[in-house]
Structures are given as C-alpha cells and as structure tokens.
C-alpha cells in the first residue's frame, strides 16, 4: 500500500510520467513486501518552488507514504534511486530534491482496513 506523490518545477509531458510512472514502479520493490502491484502514484507539474530563498532551478519534493515500518537501510536504497530516478528522468539535481517518508500504522482501502 505504498502511495508516492512527485511535486516538480518542470513540466511533465505524458510520456515522461509514463517512463517515471515505470521506474518508480520497480523502486518500491526495494522496500521488502512492497511492489508495483499496490502502488498508487500522483503527479504534479509545473509548481512554483523555491529552496534556500530562490527560485531559479528546478527541484523536486517526493512524498513516500507506506503502510507499516521499514528499516534505515531500506529507506537508504529508496532515497538514492528516487533521486536517481528523477536526476535521470528530469535532469534535476540531487541537492535539489527532497524527499519526505510516512509510516501508517492505518490505511482503508475497498471501504476496510488493513
């Protein structure tokens, strides 16, 4: 029941959420029990953001909510490939990426919770 909400600076076209939309799809996997198949994913572009005072670059801000705990070391492996990813996939720095995780010790899902 991961859930990741990307927020960018650059605008997004289709194809390039569809190949981000892919490769975040095969990160998840490396937190342990957690895979594609449950992942839901939300996008948006063309954010006015600023970091350290200014506005001049393009960053990113990623939100990883996952339903339990995980370990440190699991958490390492995510933040080096989401930054990876987006570096790749949006030519955004890594010093100009942020990225926010949150354990749910509650999550509903087809009108129940697990």
Same mark, same amino acid.
């Given at each position: &029941?991961? @859930?990741?909400? $990307? $927020?960018?600076?650059?605008?997004? *076209?289709?194809? /390039?959420? =569809?190949?981000?939309? %892919?490769? #975040?799809?095969?990160?998840?996997? #490396?937190?342990? +029990?957690?895979? =594609?198949?449950?992942? &839901?994913?939300?996008? =948006?572009?063309? &954010?006015? &953001?600023?970091?350290?005072?200014?506005?001049?670059?393009?960053? %990113?801000?990623?939100?990883?909510?996952?339903?339990? /705990? $995980?370990?440190?070391?699991? @958490?390492?492996?995510? *933040?080096? %490939?989401?930054?990876?990813?987006?570096? =790749?996939?949006? +030519?955004?720095?890594? !010093?100009?990426?942020?990225?926010? @995780? !949150?354990? %749910?010790?509650?999550? +509903?899902?087809?009108?129940?919770?697990?």
């Amino acid at each position: &029941m991961p @859930y990741i909400r $990307t $927020t960018v600076s650059k605008e997004l *076209t289709d194809e /390039k959420k =569809e190949s981000i939309k %892919a490769k #975040l799809g095969q990160a998840i996997a #490396l937190i342990p +029990g957690k895979s =594609e198949s449950w992942l &839901m994913l939300a996008f =948006e572009d063309n &954010m006015n &953001m600023y970091f350290r005072g200014e506005g001049n670059e393009d960053y %990113a801000y990623l939100e990883v909510s996952l339903f339990g /705990k $995980t370990s440190d070391a699991a @958490y390492d492996r995510l *933040t080096a %490939a989401l930054s990876e990813i987006i570096n =790749e996939e949006l +030519g955004i720095n890594r !010093e100009n990426i942020y990225i926010k @995780y !949150e354990e %749910a010790d509650h999550w +509903g899902w087809n009108g129940n919770n697990f």
